[in-house]
């Protein structure tokens, strides 16, 4: 009623002039009838209460009653939209996409009229890009922009001085907001991968309250892989005025300034900052890189004793600092589930040795996982495919005694790593065993419940049976420990697996020279946790899964993310 009375311009009443000027013209003498019926309600209270004062206060609200419950109805026939009731056509007008609504607003002066209902606008907003604030009640936006600055850009920063870094929102609008900030910009939401030369990364751009902001997310601190992810904002979009924008550049320590950017290829966008005297600190470039070690590593250059780490990481911090934030982006895509995915696809943080922590993508083609580095190093950089694993080959693994033996597993891993040779240059002969009726049963859609059958047939005296889900491994976990002599970045690591398999692991030279697949068995410990032998290097990477909710991230289809992924490959290659 509040809508309705807005439109009809009569205030916060019960009564409106739209609702009456239709009864008028409908009914015309049933007002007469009304009103002798209304006396007559009136009489039966007078009668019931027998007291000639309270008959006198009920009569004008009775009536008032009955008139606003037949102003209700409305006409008994609308012929057209513009007879429906104005909250009932905010309703509808609510429902339709944010693109149509400028189009519908040429109809005529009164759909144009109703269209400026903040309602309409607060629900596109809410729908399609999820903002959820209240433009009226919100005193600073955007993750608490207060903590964002003072915190997060300078610590040492005051209030007042905070302040007045923000933009006026108090005459803003929901249209506004969806015109000149959430539409403009829709296509640069979701995830995307920075061209940092061989490093990569993840950055994610989301609409937080007012603003939109591009988070750069950094895993946790080497080798603390259980950690939540690390975020860094650099850069965001607000509503300046009424119907001006700004973008602000977020990276360095002197708190937001001016940048740009720029969208031109589809799936692409650039960003700029125009004050990069923002980015330098009063010490030069020693404080500049203690200050990023710190951030980046969680320690001094002194705590770190391994001379080939040290190195690393003053490479890393020469290369990436030079771009001052002047970056292209190119969109990336989450994997769909499939019913037959061994697990749920999606990103990982793992231990890459003195690499530190990276970030990579698991997903599943057919019979095959596959993990693809978002963020790399010099010798496999960001984009390449660092495993490769073949469902189809489960290894049944010894006990415990045996498990401890470098040279037992590498026995078994390297028995099915010559069987998956020889059927590459021999294309033609049929594989024998379980894996062979697992690819026949499992090729066309993920694991397959015939190969996940014969491995827990092989690893449990009493099998369970399969399904096509998530649910399709083990549940019955088995012992499992680390053999002698693996180095691993993690002491602390699941002792019981669900399901292991045959894989094989990128590894490269200084500037990506001479790649080649290295053979290693991959271990299944939980829906969220796995692991990775490397046979050669004798090392031993863990992975656990990124828990973060990504808006805007996942892949339309199958052919989609794929098309994404050999993209990527060739970004770095």
């Not at 039966?44 to 009569?59: H, I, K, Y």
């Not at 609200?61 to 109805?73: M, Q």
């Not at 001379?307 to 190119?330: A, G, P, V, W």
């Not at 065993?433 to 397959?448: D, F, I, L, R």
Request: charged share 25%; with cysteine; net charge negative.
């Amino acid at each position: 009623m509040a809508v309705c009375a807005r439109l009809c311009g009569v205030g916060q009443s019960r009564r409106c002039r739209r609702r009456q000027r239709h009864n008028q013209q409908d009914q015309g003498s049933d007002s007469d009838m009304d009103e002798e019926e209304g006396e007559r309600i009136v009489g039966e209270t007078q009668s019931v209460t027998g007291g000639a004062e309270n008959s006198a206060a009920a009569r004008p609200s009775v009536a008032h009653e009955a008139a606003a419950d037949s102003a209700s109805t409305g006409p008994p026939n609308p012929q057209s939209l513009l007879d429906l009731p104005p909250e009932l056509l905010v309703e509808v007008f609510s429902s339709l996409p944010g693109t149509e609504l400028p189009n519908l607003a040429l109809v005529c002066k009164k759909i144009r009229q109703i269209l400026n209902t903040e309602t309409i606008w607060r629900r596109r907003c809410t729908e399609e890009f999820g903002m959820r604030e209240d433009l009226r009640k919100m005193e600073v936006v955007g993750v608490s922009s207060r903590e964002l600055y003072a915190k997060r850009v300078n610590p040492r920063a005051k209030s007042v001085r905070f302040m007045k870094l923000l933009p006026d929102f108090e005459h803003m609008d929901y249209r506004d907001v969806y015109r000149h900030l959430l539409h403009p910009y829709r296509h640069i939401l979701g995830l995307w991968q920075p061209d940092i030369g061989p490093y990569g990364g993840l950055l994610n751009v989301v609409v937080d309250g007012l603003f939109i902001i591009g988070w750069m997310y950094l895993p946790p601190h080497d080798p603390r892989v259980e950690d939540p992810m690390r975020r860094r904002p650099l850069f965001r979009i607000h509503m300046w005025e009424s119907n001006k924008v700004a973008v602000e550049c977020m990276y360095g320590h002197k708190g937001p300034h001016k940048g740009d950017i720029q969208t031109g290829k589809k799936d692409e966008f650039s960003t700029k900052c125009n004050q990069t005297d923002h980015h330098r600190m009063p010490g030069g470039r020693q404080e500049e890189f203690r200050t990023w070690l710190e951030e980046e590593w969680g320690r001094t250059l002194e705590d770190i004793f391994h001379e080939h780490m040290q190195e690393l990481i003053l490479m890393k911090f020469i290369y990436t600092s030079q771009y001052d934030n002047c970056l292209t982006y190119r969109r990336i895509y989450l994997p769909p589930r499939m019913p037959s995915d061994l697990l749920q696809p999606g990103l990982f943080k793992g231990t890459y040795g003195s690499h530190g922590l990276e970030i990579i993508m698991l997903s599943f083609h057919g019979p095959c996982a596959r993990a693809t580095k978002l963020t790399g190093d010099p010798n496999v950089p960001a984009g390449q495919l660092t495993l490769d694993v073949d469902l189809n080959r489960p290894v049944c693994l010894p006990d415990l005694e045996h498990q401890r033996s470098m040279e037992e597993l590498s026995r078994l891993v390297l028995g099915v790593h010559e069987e998956a040779q020889r059927e590459v240059q021999n294309p033609d002969v049929a594989p024998q065993g379980a894996a062979s009726e697992g690819a026949v049963a499992g090729g066309a859609g993920g694991a397959g419940a015939a190969v996940l059958e014969s491995a827990m047939e092989a690893q449990s005296e009493s099998p369970q049976p399969a399904s096509s889900s998530s649910s399709s491994a083990p549940s019955e976990a088995q012992p499992f420990v680390l053999p002698l002599g693996v180095m691993t970045r993690n002491e602390v690591y699941p002792r019981t697996c669900k399901i292991c398999f045959y894989g094989t692991g990128l590894i490269a030279g200084h500037g990506f020279t001479s790649p080649e697949r290295t053979p290693g068995l991959f271990v299944l410990f939980d829906e969220d946790h796995f692991g990775f032998i490397w046979l050669e290097l004798k090392s031993f990477s863990l992975y656990s899964r990124l828990t973060d909710r990504l808006a805007h991230a996942y892949a339309p289809d199958m052919e989609r993310f794929e098309a994404m992924l050999r993209n990527m490959q060739s970004w770095t290659s």
